[in-house]
């Protein structure tokens, strides 16, 4: 009897031991991400993520701003590190609407594929296309269009399944009024070329998901394959996007759509919600995807959220919707003398600018580009109220050719709008408030310079994202110039504003010093 008792209470020990250390192994996998959102601030339409060791890699829309498809890093999903871009130069195939990157890690090949969507300039269709790298930072190689359907084709997304890699993808038919398909089909291991047949996965038909379906992330968990998906108006002031899910057993289906779809929606922070990428943290699903902050509507754009997945009672995934927007405006403060050129700063994608930096600062080279607003280094805004200043050389102007401050848009709110921007600049002796929309051109206000100053500081101050006020520095005073100014009818169709410098003239090099952004 007592051999009975030890050997029951030596089976007891073990079991207690094991059951500990599966707990022990559970916590750590299941450790909760302390998230601070936005994790990217300003705009970052259609985020994708992947991870490879224990680096995280991100990337979003470009829109119609260059470099293309910029690159990050990241340790934690939370705090990011702009490293490179995908493409200095434009794909010679494509003209404009660089959408959609997603990122894809292939472990066997060691090699990076960054699948993305734009306009191609023979045939005007959207097209999905795909490039490859060595690593997430680059080179990036591209290998053209993949697949390009008459109403178009976005929205990029690799799987793998067994033995076998699908690209699946989006049909835009909303474009044309009609269903927008959510296709799947075989990619050779190579993404140079499509393989077999087309299977379509599903459609924008259930009633919440109005003219499309878009967007689409797949991941596998227990015995399904899992999509998150988007559906609505992603872009617009009045969006209404949303996120949804299905499941399925077999990636080429049927599948299965939630009943309780949608599963992300507008919070107290956050609005209009999607097109994201799932990504796992130790046994943890987390979905990093776009939305507008409430409090700063179109203005700053489309941020990346982070949010964790949870899971239903009978294996749906869900959501707390209770994403915050918590993170401090003034992490985000920019300054910058020029010594080097920094990843940050952007121009339009056909509107390549000349410029030089070092110990004189930047010298901008003039232009009449962009619809006669003139040579733009930019970057995106990341809250609604910020300033902008900036110390511009007098000297190196003249009465044709300044050197602005300039607030970035789109002649209204419409898709492919033509370009608007507003702004202060240095003219010679004269300081200008300017506001140019395609042939629309207004001096808005002008006031003399004192010839005697070498450098004359501009100030852009931006409240509640679109009223601006405008001011010059004569000394250690602020001198108003323009005070209220409603930029509100500028905001870009899904892009937010951006700021920075604009060289307006005809080839001459405008000198600027020191430019700051601080935000609050």
Same mark, same amino acid.
């Given at each position: 009897?007592?051999?009975?008792?030890?050997?029951?209470?030596?089976? @007891?020990?073990?079991?207690?031991?094991?059951?500990?250390?599966?707990?022990?192994?559970?916590?750590?996998?299941?450790?909760?991400? %302390?998230?601070?959102? &936005?994790?990217?601030?300003?705009?970052?339409?259609? &985020?994708?993520?992947?991870?490879?060791?224990?680096?995280?890699?991100?990337?979003?829309?470009?829109?119609?701003?260059?470099?293309? #498809?910029?690159?990050?890093?990241?340790?934690?999903?939370?705090?990011?590190?702009?490293?490179?871009?995908?493409?200095?130069?434009? &794909?010679?195939?494509?003209?404009?609407?660089?959408?959609?990157?997603?990122?894809?890690?292939?472990?066997?090949?060691?090699?990076?594929?960054?699948?993305?969507?734009?306009?191609?300039?023979?045939?005007?269709?959207? %097209?999905?296309?795909?490039?490859?790298?060595?690593?997430?930072?680059?080179?990036?190689?591209?290998?053209? !269009?993949?697949?390009?359907?008459?109403?178009?084709?976005?929205?990029?997304?690799?799987?793998?399944?067994?033995?076998?890699?699908?690209?699946?993808?989006?049909?835009?038919?909303?474009?044309?009024? +009609? !269903?927008?398909?959510?296709?799947?089909?075989?990619?050779?291991?190579?993404?140079?070329?499509?393989?077999?047949?087309?299977?379509?996965?599903?459609?924008?038909?259930?009633?919440?998901?109005?003219?499309?379906?878009?967007?689409?992330?797949?991941?596998?968990?227990?015995?399904?394959?899992?999509?998150?998906?988007?559906?609505?108006?992603?872009?617009?002031?009045?969006?209404?996007?949303?996120?949804?899910?299905?499941?399925?057993?077999?990636?080429?289906?049927?599948?299965?759509?939630?009943?309780?779809?949608?599963?992300?929606?507008?919070?107290?922070?956050?609005?209009?919600?999607?097109?994201?990428?799932?990504?796992?943290?130790?046994?943890?699903?987390?979905?990093?995807?776009?939305?507008?902050?409430?409090?700063?509507?179109?203005?700053?754009?489309?941020?990346?959220?982070?949010?964790?997945?949870?899971?239903?009672?009978?294996?749906?995934?869900?959501?707390?919707?209770?994403?915050?927007?918590?993170?401090?405006?003034?992490?985000?403060?920019?300054?910058?003398?020029?010594?080097?050129?920094?990843?940050?700063?952007?121009?339009?994608?056909?509107?390549?600018?000349?410029?030089?930096?070092?110990?004189?600062? @930047?010298?901008?080279?003039?232009? +009449?580009?962009?619809?006669?607003?003139?040579?733009?280094?930019?970057?995106?805004?990341?809250?609604?109220?910020?300033?902008?200043?900036?110390?511009?050389?007098?000297?190196?102007?003249?009465?044709?050719?300044?050197?602005?401050?300039?607030?970035?848009?789109?002649?209204?709110?419409?898709?492919?709008?033509?370009?608007?921007?507003?702004?202060?600049?240095?003219?010679?002796?004269?300081?200008?408030?300017?506001?140019?929309?395609?042939?629309?051109?207004?001096?808005?206000?002008?006031?003399?310079?004192?010839?005697? +100053?070498?450098?004359?500081?501009?100030?852009?101050?931006?409240?509640?994202?679109?009223?601006?006020? #405008?001011?010059?520095?004569?000394?250690?005073?602020?001198?108003?110039?323009?005070?209220?100014?409603?930029?509100?009818?500028?905001?870009?169709?899904?892009?937010?504003?951006?700021?920075?410098?604009?060289?307006?003239?005809?080839?001459?090099?405008?000198?600027?010093?020191?430019?700051?952004?601080?935000?609050?």
């Amino acid at each position: 009897m007592e051999i009975i008792k030890t050997a029951f209470l030596y089976v @007891l020990i073990l079991l207690t031991v094991a059951g500990c250390t599966g707990n022990n192994t559970t916590n750590e996998q299941v450790e909760t991400i %302390a998230i601070v959102n &936005p994790v990217l601030p300003g705009d970052h339409p259609d &985020p994708t993520v992947i991870k490879i060791g224990d680096t995280y890699w991100a990337s979003a829309t470009s829109n119609e701003w260059a470099p293309l #498809f910029p690159i990050y890093k990241s340790t934690d999903l939370v705090n990011w590190k702009q490293v490179s871009y995908a493409f200095a130069d434009l &794909p010679q195939w494509a003209r404009n609407n660089f959408w959609a990157p997603e990122l894809a890690y292939d472990e066997e090949q060691n090699k990076v594929y960054l699948y993305y969507t734009a306009r191609d300039k023979s045939t005007g269709r959207l %097209a999905v296309a795909v490039a490859s790298a060595p690593s997430p930072e680059g080179p990036y190689t591209d290998h053209g !269009p993949l697949v390009s359907q008459e109403l178009g084709s976005i929205d990029a997304y690799e799987v793998r399944d067994g033995d076998k890699i699908y690209l699946l993808w989006k049909e835009d038919g909303n474009s044309k009024g +009609q !269903p927008t398909p959510m296709w799947a089909q075989e990619i050779n291991p190579e993404r140079t070329a499509m393989v077999g047949e087309m299977h379509e996965l599903f459609t924008n038909d259930a009633e919440w998901e109005g003219r499309l379906v878009e967007g689409i992330s797949v991941f596998k968990h227990n015995d399904y394959y899992y999509a998150t998906y988007s559906a609505g108006a992603c872009c617009e002031v009045t969006c209404n996007y949303k996120t949804g899910v299905a499941r399925a057993k077999q990636l080429l289906g049927p599948w299965e759509k939630y009943d309780q779809n949608p599963v992300l929606v507008d919070n107290d922070d956050w609005k209009c919600a999607g097109h994201g990428t799932v990504v796992q943290h130790g046994s943890d699903f987390y979905y990093l995807y776009h939305a507008y902050n409430q409090a700063g509507s179109v203005y700053v754009g489309r941020e990346g959220v982070l949010e964790k997945i949870n899971w239903t009672a009978d294996g749906w995934p869900s959501f707390a919707n209770d994403a915050a927007y918590d993170r401090d405006a003034s992490a985000s403060d920019y300054s910058d003398d020029f010594a080097s050129v920094a990843p940050v700063w952007r121009w339009r994608v056909n509107q390549p600018v000349g410029y030089t930096v070092g110990e004189k600062g @930047l010298l901008l080279t003039t232009s +009449q580009a962009n619809d006669g607003i003139g040579s733009l280094l930019v970057q995106p805004i990341t809250s609604i109220n910020y300033e902008v200043t900036a110390r511009v050389t007098m000297g190196s102007t003249n009465s044709q050719s300044g050197a602005s401050i300039t607030m970035v848009g789109g002649a209204n709110n419409h898709f492919g709008a033509p370009i608007a921007a507003i702004g202060i600049g240095v003219f010679g002796n004269q300081v200008k408030v300017w506001r140019i929309a395609k042939d629309d051109v207004q001096e808005l206000q002008i006031l003399d310079v004192p010839a005697i +100053q070498d450098e004359v500081t501009l100030k852009m101050a931006v409240s509640d994202g679109h009223i601006v006020d #405008f001011s010059w520095q004569d000394g250690g005073a602020w001198k108003t110039v323009l005070e209220g100014y409603d930029a509100a009818s500028l905001v870009p169709w899904g892009m937010g504003f951006r700021v920075g410098l604009a060289g307006r003239g005809e080839g001459a090099q405008v000198r600027i010093s020191q430019l700051d952004i601080k935000n609050n």
